[in-house]
Structure formats: C-alpha cells, structure tokens
C-alpha cells in the first residue's frame, strides 16, 4: 500500500467536459479497487472498473453504517452528507435501506410510471412554450432542465405549486460545500419546511408520495427524511445529465436525427446519454462494515469505499471505444443508475423525463444549436449538486 503521503488525490475542479480525466484513467488502469486521498483530505478506496462496482453493488457487507459517524472518513465534509452516515449495525442499516425501498418502490412502479407519462409531457411543453417565447440566446440550464426536473418531482412528491420557490431556496443552500454554517442552517429549515408540508397534507386525498407515506402512519420525520433524500437526488442527477446530454446531441446532429425519426431508436440514445453523460465523479460514499478482500487489496472495516457511477461505464473492458458516443451501442450495460440493491428506484420515471425533453425540445427547435464551443462549457464547482453554470444555445 502506497504511503499516504503518496495517495493519488481526488479534486471537485470540474475535468474536460465528457472527458475522463488523466488521473482517473490512470487510476483505472492501475486497478479496479484504488486507494485515494478524497477531496476532504482523508483516505478511501476508489471502485474504477466496471465488473468490480457490479460485484461490490450486490456485496451486504458496504452502506451507510460505521461505528464512530463522527470520525468516518468522508468524500467531501458537508453536513447534509454526514445525516447518511449511522451508527447502528450492519444489519439495522441494512434493514433500514430495505424499509425505504419498500416504501418507495411501489410508487415508482411499471404502472406508476406509465400513468406519470402525460403528466411529464405536458410539464415538457409548458417550460418549453416559456423558453421559446424568451428567444435566442437562451440558456437551457436554467431555462429547461432545471425547471422540468424541480416540477416533475415537486408534482409526484407533492410540493404545492406556492411552496417550491422556497423548497428550491432551501435545497440550494444545502448543496455548499464550503460554507458549513449555512448547510446547517439550511438543513433546519429544509426539514421544519417538509415536515410541515407532510402534516398539513397528513388528512389529505392527494395521490402523491408524501400524502401515500404519510397515510401509511410513518412519522412526520420519517416522512420529511424520505421526502428530501427523492428531491436531493432525483433533481440534481436528472439536471445534470439532461445538461450533458443535450450537449452531446447537439454536437452529434447525425444521430439526433436518427433519434428523432424512430421513438425505439431514442430509447437507445437515451441509454447511451445515461452512460456518456458523465465520465467520473459521480460519487456515493459507503463504509465496509467488516473485512473484505477483492481484487488483491484488503478494504478493511470501516473504511471508506466510494462507489463511482460514471467512470466504470468508461470501462474499456466492458465497453468497446468507451470514449466514442454511440446510440447503436448494444449491449449497454451502463451503472449510472448503481445495480442490485442500490439500484435507482426512479430510473424508469428519469427515462422519461430525458426522452422527452430530448423528442420536444429537438423536434420544436430543429435548428437549435450551442452558442458556445464545448470546450469552453465549464460543470458547476464547489458544489455537491451537478450540472453546468449555463448551457447557452442558438436557434
């Protein structure tokens, strides 16, 4: 094992947009299991490959449990995060993670999803009947994605229409990294306004999943928990790959228009969005709750193991040409959505969310093009949540 003082060191500068950064290529290629030194400053094994978080996002024995939470090693130090560390057992935390599936699983359902459908559509055309009537140049960051994900989410949550400028507020604030007391602030705040939310709606009727939970008879707590784990992650990670992926099919005019001819054709492209979208830092911390030996390094109990959902699906070994977009790529065993039992539970709803904005903004904008080279596109920094500054566009 390498000295500390010699560990490979991970950054939040944002790499070449689609790009896999030099060191983490290299750390790929050094192994699949690669011990690190985190933005935080403390050690942590890296997963680079793509076999190895596939095993290891089936393995019981890595979550959110660690015996000292206040001493655990982290990615990045911000409070929010430190609320997914716990300090009960292995197999507490384990049923914990298997309680908040089962209770969230049935409303992201086949059927569930299918009756969403509509609903996404019509959120799709009404931000795009506001972003076009702005005109050129406008931004698709802050005038499209954002938008479609807050109120899709916000819809299926069940945040009132006079409530979510101020939820949107309160997320942001907890998405600093570097501004301690106003994520803690902020964490008050965000969860006194949800809690509120779930007992206002607690006597309602509504068919959303704070009104289901809490009529199920959880606490208002426990519901406000759940509530804010779906709005934290599902609106920042279907941002930022909606972000990139406009970019990459506007820069591959070709097979957007294949795409856009053959609903089953966009599905694949959809698929290979998910995987390109972004090579490398899309990171989910997790604790080994005992000794585990894999790939010739000992990951010992306790230790941070970070699991990234992007840089694997730059594999060279289970993707062919991993760097190249390609919309016929078949089979596209893509991890953007983890695996096993971490696996996205509203996967199937961010599939449509993308094919649509992809179908309608394309398909009512043909001539829409970036107003700024790729290259001088820059991801957000400093923050927990991604996506770009601002996705500038011509039509």
């Not at 699906?313 to 977009?325: G, H, I, L, S, T």
């Not at 991801?379 to 011509?394: A, I």
Request: proline content about 7%; glycine content about 6%.
């Amino acid at each position: 094992m390498a000295s500390p003082h010699e560990l490979p060191s991970l950054g939040l500068e944002p790499p070449d947009l689609l790009k896999v950064s030099p060191l983490l290529r290299q750390l790929q290629e050094q192994g699949p299991i690669c011990r690190v030194r985190t933005p935080a400053g403390d050690e942590g094994w890296l997963v680079t490959r793509h076999a190895a978080l596939k095993q290891l996002l089936h393995d019981e024995r890595f979550g959110h449990s660690h015996p000292d939470p206040a001493n655990a090693a982290q990615y990045v130090r911000n409070p929010f995060l430190d609320l997914m560390i716990t300090d009960t057992d292995a197999e507490a935390g384990r049923r914990t993670h298997a309680e908040s599936r089962r209770l969230l699983a049935p409303m992201f359902s086949a059927r569930r999803v299918r009756e969403m459908e509509p609903k996404v559509v019509a959120v799709v055309d009404d931000v795009l009947d506001r972003f076009i009537a702005q005109g050129p140049p406008a931004d698709l960051h802050d005038g499209l994605c954002v938008p479609v994900a807050l109120t899709v989410l916000h819809d299926i949550i069940g945040v009132p229409a006079h409530s979510r400028e101020e939820l949107a507020a309160l997320l942001s604030r907890m998405a600093v990294l570097d501004d301690r007391e106003s994520v803690e602030h902020g964490q008050r705040d965000l969860f006194a306004f949800v809690a509120g939310l779930v007992d206002r709606k607690r006597a309602g009727s509504d068919d959303d999943i704070i009104t289901r939970l809490a009529a199920g008879g959880l606490s208002d707590e426990r519901v406000a928990t759940l509530a804010v784990s779906l709005l934290f992650a599902g609106v920042d990670s279907v941002v930022s790959i909606m972000d990139h992926g406009l970019v990459l099919l506007a820069t591959h005019p070709e097979q957007l228009a294949a795409a856009l001819a053959d609903p089953v054709v966009m599905t694949h492209a959809v698929e290979e969005v998910l995987r390109a979208a972004k090579a490398g830092g899309s990171i989910l911390p997790r604790y080994a709750t005992e000794d585990v030996t894999m790939d010739g390094v000992t990951i010992r109990s306790g230790e941070l193991v970070l699991f990234d959902f992007s840089l694997p699906n730059f594999d060279q070994r289970a993707f062919d040409a991993p760097e190249r977009f390609d919309i016929t790529r078949a089979p596209n065993p893509h991890l953007t959505f983890a695996h096993g039992i971490w696996h996205c539970i509203g996967a199937p709803l961010a599939r449509i969310e993308l094919q649509t904005v992809f179908t309608q903004l394309f398909t009512r904008l043909p001539g829409l093009c970036l107003a700024r080279p790729v290259d001088e596109l820059r991801e957000k920094d400093g923050r927990l949540s991604g996506g770009l500054t601002d996705l500038p566009v011509v039509w």
